[in-house]
């Protein structure tokens, strides 16, 4: 699936390791020292070396020392002006380099990168604990919070004090000396793991892989997939013969279109064990992870890590969380049995003669569909080319909210397979740099993701800039017969993550921090998940979803079978979802002390009675959300209570009509533009209309009436 290549991007970056004295020329200036003066301010990805991270992360430290001793000694009273305002542009240096980096450091993870993060993370580190930790900022900061009344200032401006000073006392600037002392050193243990984890996860992956020697193993599988299968193999000096790795792209197919059951066990059970073992083995890691955190909830004052961070979002507390998920979990884990009986029925009815493992689900999933409603995935695959796909988002970003893609062909890119365009509104006018890389790689982390090079609003010289935001993720490639073409879940992973590309171009509100998608974790994915619900719409399949091959648009009789089996599998889909989520918060909870990782899942897995047919989503050695940083860490259930929030607005919008101009406008308003300007709940409302009702999810999801 990965295809070993080295990008105009990495080769630049492998040549200036190598000839330091072009490095040191002294007429070259090193890019992130200054403005980028690329249109938009896109960063010039061909001037940037990999000597040039370390010098100006120094640079930018100085520059945030500096800037940092301006606001503290300020001998006036502290202000918005003085004292916020100056925050949000602490140091456009440390802001150039940190973005280019982390962006690099999933989307290009060379060896040469890998080695950079070990000396700069911690240096990011440091100078974060600097800011964050200081004791003289941080009283201006409270200060100014405890005399909000007697500020001229806006609401926003009110609600952006809030979050400093929410934002600094979480990260312990309330603590004593002493604790502060030893809540950097937790900090650094921790971001060291984080590494060590992303690192081992992805030689794992890199390491694994299926040879097949006769093409008969491989009956069931889409010729597509074949082909890839067999490029990676002659990539690998095994030509003629068939490699299969653990990339999505790979992965999947075999799961779900195998028929070959040996060659579906044993691809399930390399990703279920993956970085487990030998020299990637991330369990020592994670046993690390777990105790550390629980000593940091401590020196916070929390009784357990679970509780720290659902403190700081919507849900308030683990036990709220717990019980959205387990309003799911429950009629979910049924619906399992009824799936697991089909099932069943299908293989006695056909003579298999054993009884339905985890490894089958998925393939007897898609059987059971094809008896039940005469459909088939693979059916779908031909109608989904990238490019028409794109054609399809394209349309439904018009639509909505009368946005335009204009492709810029001469603008910097980080490799030559990466897109950007210029989104434009309706009149013209620059809303955003939109950049997108789609195709997996062997430097390139697993998943799909949105982030931003640049984000929206003011900066330190006076001006509103507009946001630079991309999208990646590791999509089926094309082969030397066939264009790209996706499954229906790479469809709706490409909306999914657009959505998020959405809520980072269209934001308005005016303060970066709280721009786009700087809200609360669990809100985060409002944007994401409700955008997937477009890709399967009939009016827009009718618009994007073409033959590859005869241009042939997909039938409303394939569209009928899709929908119709659209809920089989949705008690699978929904149970290992809630699953992890609840293995997530039960790690949250546990103070660390002499943990075994596999005997901790296993049990746990006992006590929620998962169904003995599927397991979690992700494992621990290979569950990045929680243990490659702290983003979603006791949060993981945030993508379920999102999808509370996403089924109760789509039913507004299926309604209303799924491009209804009135209801567009206000889900644009108080969604995509308002960030966190407002209480999530109460911008949410002003959209809906009411609180979210969890009963929306359970309708959507086909787990209750």
């Known amino acids: 699936?990965?295809?070993?290549?080295?990008?105009?991007?990495?080769?630049?970056?492998?040549?200036?390791?190598?000839?330091?004295?072009?490095?040191?020329?002294?007429?070259?200036?090193?890019?992130?020292?200054?403005?980028?003066?690329?249109?938009?301010?896109?960063?010039?990805?061909?001037?940037?070396?990999?000597?040039?991270?370390?010098?100006?992360?120094?640079?930018?430290?100085?520059?945030?020392?500096?800037?940092?001793?301006?606001?503290?000694?300020?001998?006036?009273?502290?202000?918005?002006?003085?004292?916020?305002?100056?925050?949000?542009?602490?140091?456009?240096?440390?802001?150039?380099?940190?973005?280019?980096?982390?962006?690099?450091?999933?989307?290009?993870?060379?060896?040469?990168?890998?080695?950079?993060?070990?000396?700069?993370?911690?240096?990011?580190?440091?100078?974060?604990?600097?800011?964050?930790?200081?004791?003289?900022?941080?009283?201006?900061?409270?200060?100014?919070?405890?005399?909000?009344?007697?500020?001229?200032?806006?609401?926003?401006?009110?609600?952006?004090?809030?979050?400093?000073?929410?934002?600094?006392?979480?990260?312990?600037a309330a603590l004593p000396a002493d604790k502060k002392k030893e809540l950097v050193r937790v900090n650094n243990e921790i971001s060291k793991l984080f590494m060590q984890?992303?690192?081992?996860?992805?030689?794992?992956?890199?390491?694994?892989?299926?040879?097949?020697?006769?093409?008969?193993?491989?009956?069931?599988?889409?010729?597509?997939?074949?082909?890839?299968?067999?490029?990676?193999?002659?990539?690998?000096?095994?030509?003629?013969?068939?490699?299969?790795?653990?990339?999505?792209?790979?992965?999947?197919?075999?799961?779900?279109?195998?028929?070959?059951?040996?060659?579906?066990?044993?691809?399930?059970?390399?990703?279920?064990?993956?970085?487990?073992?030998?020299?990637?083995?991330?369990?020592?890691?994670?046993?690390?992870?777990?105790?550390?955190?629980?000593e940091k909830a401590r020196l916070m004052g929390f009784d357990n890590f679970a509780q720290m961070m659902t403190s700081r979002v919507m849900a308030g507390t683990p036990e709220a969380a717990e019980d959205l998920l387990m309003k799911v979990y429950e009629p979910a884990k049924a619906k399992v049995k009824e799936e697991v009986a089909d099932m069943q029925a299908y293989v006695d009815k056909t003579g298999g003669g054993f009884k339905i493992a985890p490894w089958d689900y998925y393939y007897y999933s898609g059987k059971v569909k094809n008896d039940k409603f005469g459909f088939s995935e693979t059916e779908l695959q031909p109608y989904f080319e990238l490019s028409n796909v794109l054609n399809g988002l394209r349309y439904c970003a018009d639509k909505l909210y009368g946005i335009k893609f204009v492709e810029m062909p001469d603008a910097p890119k980080y490799m030559d397979q990466v897109t950007v365009y210029d989104i434009q509104d309706k009149n013209g006018k620059h809303v955003s740099v939109f950049m997108t890389d789609y195709f997996p790689r062997d430097t390139k982390v697993q998943g799909a993701w949105m982030e931003q090079l640049q984000s929206a609003g003011l900066y330190g010289d006076g001006t509103m800039k507009r946001p630079i935001v991309y999208n990646v993720g590791n999509f089926t490639p094309p082969t030397a017969e066939t264009p790209s073409l996706l499954t229906l879940d790479e469809v709706e992973t490409t909306f999914h993550e657009f959505g998020h590309a959405l809520q980072g171009m269209l934001t308005q509100a005016p303060y970066r921090s709280l721009a786009g998608t700087n809200v609360d974790r669990d809100y985060v994915e409002l944007c994401s998940q409700i955008t997937e619900h477009w890709a399967t719409a009939p009016e827009v399949l009718k618009v994007y979803a073409k033959h590859y091959k005869t241009g042939e648009v997909i039938s409303d009789e394939m569209i009928e079978k899709m929908q119709g089996a659209g809920n089989f599998g949705q008690g699978f889909t929904a149970t290992e979802l809630a699953a992890s989520a609840l293995l997530d918060l039960a790690w949250g909870r546990c103070d660390g002390e002499n943990v075994d990782v596999a005997n901790f899942e296993n049990n746990f897995a006992k006590q929620i009675g998962l169904p003995s047919e599927l397991t979690f989503r992700y494992r621990s050695p290979y569950f990045k959300h929680i243990f490659g940083d702290d983003g979603y860490a006791s949060g993981y259930y945030t993508y379920l209570w999102a999808q509370v929030l996403d089924a109760d607005g789509w039913e507004l919008f299926e309604k209303k009509g799924i491009f209804d101009p009135k209801t567009a406008a206000s889900f644009r308003k108080h969604i995509l533009e308002s960030g966190d300007t407002e209480d999530p709940m109460t911008l949410f409302v002003k959209f809906r209309g009411h609180k979210p009702d969890p009963s929306a999810l359970l309708r959507l999801r086909g787990l209750a009436d």
């Open 1 to 172: 699936m990965r295809h070993k290549f080295l990008t105009a991007a990495a080769v630049a970056l492998c040549m200036a390791a190598a000839n330091p004295k072009a490095m040191n020329a002294d007429t070259r200036v090193n890019p992130f020292l200054q403005p980028y003066t690329t249109q938009y301010e896109i960063p010039p990805f061909e001037q940037i070396t990999i000597a040039d991270f370390a010098p100006a992360t120094e640079a930018g430290i100085r520059e945030q020392r500096a800037n940092l001793e301006k606001i503290i000694n300020n001998p006036e009273a502290p202000t918005f002006d003085n004292t916020i305002l100056p925050l949000e542009n602490l140091s456009p240096i440390l802001d150039r380099v940190e973005g280019v980096f982390y962006h690099y450091d999933a989307a290009m993870k060379s060896p040469a990168i890998s080695a950079l993060g070990e000396e700069l993370i911690p240096m990011f580190m440091a100078a974060s604990n600097e800011v964050m930790l200081n004791d003289k900022l941080f009283e201006r900061i409270k200060t100014l919070r405890d005399n909000l009344k007697k500020q001229k200032l806006n609401p926003v401006q009110k609600r952006l004090v809030e979050k400093y000073y929410k934002q600094f006392a979480e990260q312990g």
């Open 197 to 294: 984890f992303t690192k081992n996860l992805l030689k794992a992956t890199n390491d694994f892989s299926i040879v097949v020697y006769d093409k008969a193993d491989l009956a069931g599988l889409p010729e597509s997939v074949v082909a890839t299968a067999a490029e990676t193999a002659k990539a690998r000096g095994l030509e003629g013969l068939y490699v299969f790795t653990l990339h999505g792209p790979s992965r999947l197919p075999v799961l779900q279109y195998a028929d070959n059951r040996g060659l579906r066990e044993a691809m399930w059970k390399g990703y279920t064990s993956l970085a487990s073992t030998g020299d990637t083995n991330n369990i020592p890691v994670i046993e690390k992870i777990i105790k550390l955190r629980a």
